[in-house]
């Protein structure tokens, strides 16, 4: 199946949005798989929609979720032009912190499997709920990255998931035993980037993280790498320096400062590892930044 696998970058661009017309993009889309999961709204035309060899009929205002794994495809059902809003997502960049809420990355892969979640929302099923302007506001934000974008998107995407849990749970999905599963299912591969992103200030070795995923070494580094397309040390970097940019662009901390709150050594570790990924200083980039 691996000749299906569509490469995405999950850590440089965890959400997309955008809106799909037949006229101007490559189509039909031939079956393949992600990592991401991926919600399609159609707005104008039908469409026969396969998911892992079962076919769905989609039309204006349903909604339709692929998970992580699935591979799908897309075809017009009537040859004429076709217009769907898309997201994609990395789920275990979703985090909730919420002792009454199951992570929504545990409520995906559980329902994946369960009986009792339909990846195919029917527009009388969803009428009366915003599902087409969580849509919305995710294609603009993402369109115009101002400050705060990537907060709105999240905060977007799980309030779509939250109306889509709730219909499953209308249809016999059952909370109670997610939690269950979540109580007893420890990190894996599948979610270590999530403990990853609530740890970066600490320092993290990658066998550790591994010792946490109950495999060796060699197996977790080669399994991260096939996940995510780089090693974990250069994942975990990354990050850091990810959340660096953002205390440089939108604080007024100092280098010293913002080297301890990521975690590293000093601050000349952070100022080379910080050049190394963005081939500029800390000062040089803050300084750039606040000149545009």
């Known amino acids: 199946m691996h000749y299906l696998y569509e490469e995405h970058d999950i850590l440089h661009a965890p959400y997309e949005a955008f809106l799909f017309d037949t006229l101007r993009e490559t189509f039909p889309v031939k079956p393949h798989w992600h990592y991401f999961v991926e919600m399609l709204y159609m707005l104008e035309g039908t469409a026969f929609v396969e998911v892992n060899r079962q ?13 992580a794994g ?30 009454y809420t199951p992570r929504l990355s545990a409520v995906l892969q559980y329902a ?15 009428a009366g709920l915003p599902i087409r302007r969580h849509f919305e506001a995710c294609i603009r934000e993402i369109e ?12 977007e995407i799980s309030s779509l998931l939250i109306e889509i849990i709730r219909l499953w749970q209308a249809d016999g999905l059952s909370m109670q035993k997610i939690f269950s599963v979540c109580a007893e299912t420890e990190a894996t591969i599948n979610n270590i980037t999530e403990y990853i992103d609530r740890h970066v200030g600490e320092p993290l070795k990658v066998n550790e993280l591994a010792d946490m995923c109950h495999m060796s070494y ?3 580094a080669k399994c991260f790498r096939e996940l995510y397309g780089r090693s974990c040390k250069d994942y975990v970097e990354l990050i850091k320096i990810e959340k660096g940019e953002e205390l440089l662009l939108f604080t007024d901390s100092s280098l010293s400062s913002i080297s301890q709150e990521l975690g590293f050594s000093d601050c000349s570790h952070f100022i080379r590892t910080f050049r190394k990924w963005k081939n500029s200083t800390p000062a040089q980039f803050r300084l750039q930044q606040r000149r545009h």
Do not use: P, W
């Open 144 to 155: 115009r990255k101002e400050y705060g974008y990537d907060v709105r998107v999240h905060a």
């Open 112 to 126: 994946r499997k369960s009986d009792h979640a339909d990846c195919l929302f029917t527009s009388d099923r969803l």
């Open 70 to 99: 699935d591979v799908h495809a897309i075809y017009s059902a009537s040859g004429r032009q076709l217009r769907y809003m898309v997201l994609k997502f990395d789920c275990n960049r979703l985090s909730v912190n919420s002792i």
């Open 218 to 220: 060699s197996h977790f």
């Open 55 to 67: 076919e769905f009929y989609v039309s204006e205002g349903d909604l339709v979720l692929f998970h």
